[in-house]
């Protein structure tokens, strides 16, 4: 009995061996780079201790007087609520949440003035993923500068997760995401940041800030039909062209 098991089984291993050698079998792809983890540079360094620069990350605001009922920012007053925000007291001061005078001025004037008012249309987007859309409210300022503000409902009010401001090219919503493209000192370049909600800092935080090259536009297309002009001929070079009756040879 032993003897015919030890057959089967030695039949068995044949075949599984026989078996790696077939088609759809692993194979080789050759051998792997080496792995190379991250060298320190300058360990004796001291570490930082404050941030180089402060551009509003992580600054909240509860914004007074405004009433949300049932956390539904759809019925809320944009202008309203800038000009409560004036008042509101942030967490912290990163400078980020205040306006110049002459754009306090213009939305002052916005309910008499509409085609001046700085404060741009409303957009509204769940950020925080507490099944609530947010307020996103975008506010002109001088030099092609955009203040941008994020405003969440919460507790029967209102409270501002983000203020940032910049010379932005766009700003965009995708997913639960605010993308700002702001120019670059780099010609062809651009930064980009996503600013993200963080639930644990309960404010809109940058978890992405890149320079990205910019894609090359197409040459435009030529329309059919349309000749595309010729080149003038260089100066002292006679032209062959030999003008019609009437009409100058020479280009205007």
């Not at 700003?171 to 605010?178: F, I, P, Q, Y």
């Amino acid at each position: 009995m032993r003897s015919s098991a030890a057959v089967a089984l030695g039949a068995v291993g044949a075949a599984l061996l026989t078996g790696c050698g077939v088609g759809g079998g692993l194979r080789s792809a050759g051998p792997a780079p080496n792995a190379v983890g991250p060298a320190r540079l300058w360990p004796g360094l001291p570490p930082a201790s404050a941030a180089p620069y402060d551009y509003g990350e992580g600054e909240t605001a509860r914004i007074p007087g405004i009433e949300v009922p049932h956390g539904d920012v759809h019925r809320l007053d944009p202008v309203a609520v800038v000009r409560a925000g004036l008042k509101a007291r942030p967490n912290r001061s990163s400078g980020t949440a205040d306006l110049p005078a002459d754009t306090v001025r213009r939305i002052d004037t916005c309910r008499t003035e509409p085609v001046s008012c700085p404060v741009l249309r409303p957009y509204f987007r769940d950020l925080t993923g507490d099944g609530k859309d947010d307020l996103v409210l975008g506010i002109r300022l001088a030099d092609h500068q955009l203040s941008v503000r994020v405003y969440m409902p919460e507790a029967g009010g209102l409270t501002r997760i983000l203020s940032t401001t910049d010379a932005v090219i766009s700003v965009e919503l995708a997913g639960r995401d605010l993308i700002m493209r702001v120019p670059s000192a780099i010609t062809g370049y651009e930064y980009r940041t996503a600013w993200t909600w963080d639930g644990r800092q309960r404010a809109m935080l940058p978890t992405r800030d890149e320079i990205l090259r910019m894609p090359t536009p197409p040459p435009p297309q030529q329309r059919p039909g349309v000749t595309p002009p010729t080149a003038t001929p260089p100066t002292g070079t006679p032209s062959t062209a030999t003008p019609s009756a009437g009409v100058s040879a020479e280009r205007r």
